[in-house]
């Protein structure tokens, strides 16, 4: 009879403690309004064509109380950038229910790069203000792959512990990964993201089998 107890692994997988913990806080669901705001501003003028004055005027409040609240473009920026990072992990879990195998990974891997692809501010800032990318690549991209590592090769270890995956060195596995959605969400392949991925990943991460 199969045992309906989970395993360490299993707890690493479903409940995501290090992910959570290795992102900036979200912010509280009070400023909602105000990213909302930000994120229709941004898609509509472009980040770099945004002011605080302008997204005082779609939420009709004073520029004043939008600089109280989330403060300047730049920190609306992050802020928005923290919300949807944990709105993206509270989808996680579903994907990541065990088994954690290499197609898991895929789907993983391919759903963050069309999550992204298809935020309406990333969207915009891609197609109208790339100038906006090498600036973020320079300064901060190192910081944002070291966290993301740092959160993520613990989830891989237990899976490869459990047998899911291939034993590899966790570390260097997920800094492929994190670089590979990066640079899939700046340069998407011409073939259907999961076919490309799977072309590697799962012959890369599947585990060898023994007699």
Same mark, same amino acid.
């Given at each position: 009879?199969?045992?309906?107890?989970?395993?360490?692994?299993?707890?690493?997988?479903?409940?995501?403690?290090?992910?959570?913990?290795?992102?900036?806080?979200?912010?509280?669901?009070?400023?909602?309004?105000?990213?909302?705001?930000?994120?229709?501003?941004?898609?509509?003028?472009?980040?770099?064509?945004?002011?605080?004055?302008?997204?005082?005027?779609?939420?009709?409040?004073?520029?004043?109380?939008v600089y109280r609240q989330i403060g300047n473009v730049d920190a609306a920026v992050r802020l928005l950038l923290a919300r949807e990072l944990h709105r993206l992990l509270s989808e996680m879990p579903a994907v990541l229910a065990p088994p954690l195998g290499p197609q898991t990974i895929?789907?993983?891997?391919?759903?963050?790069?069309?999550?992204?692809?298809?935020?309406?501010? +990333?969207?915009?800032?891609?197609?109208?203000?790339?100038? +906006?990318?090498?600036?973020? +690549?320079?300064?901060?991209?190192?910081?944002?792959?070291?966290?993301?590592?740092?959160?993520?090769?613990?989830?891989?270890?237990?899976?490869?512990?459990?047998?899911w995956l291939a034993r590899r060195d966790p570390d260097v596995v997920a800094d492929w990964l994190v670089r590979l959605a990066i640079s899939l969400v700046l340069a998407p392949p011409a073939r259907p993201l999961a076919d490309h991925l799977g072309e590697l990943l799962v012959p890369a991460l599947t585990p060898e089998v023994t007699s």
């Open positions: 009879m199969k045992s309906n107890r989970r395993t360490a692994a299993d707890a690493v997988v479903l409940d995501l403690p290090s992910l959570v913990a290795g992102i900036p806080a979200p912010p509280d669901p009070s400023l909602d309004p105000y990213l909302d705001a930000a994120a229709r501003c941004f898609a509509r003028h472009g980040v770099s064509r945004c002011s605080v004055q302008d997204i005082a005027a779609d939420l009709k409040v004073s520029r004043a109380t895929v789907d993983l891997v391919a759903g963050i790069v069309t999550f992204a692809r298809r935020h309406p501010v +990333l969207e915009k800032v891609l197609r109208d203000e790339p100038e +906006l990318i090498g600036p973020f +690549l320079v300064t901060d991209l190192d910081e944002l792959i070291g966290r993301v590592v740092g959160a993520v090769a613990p989830l891989l270890s237990a899976a490869m512990d459990a047998g």
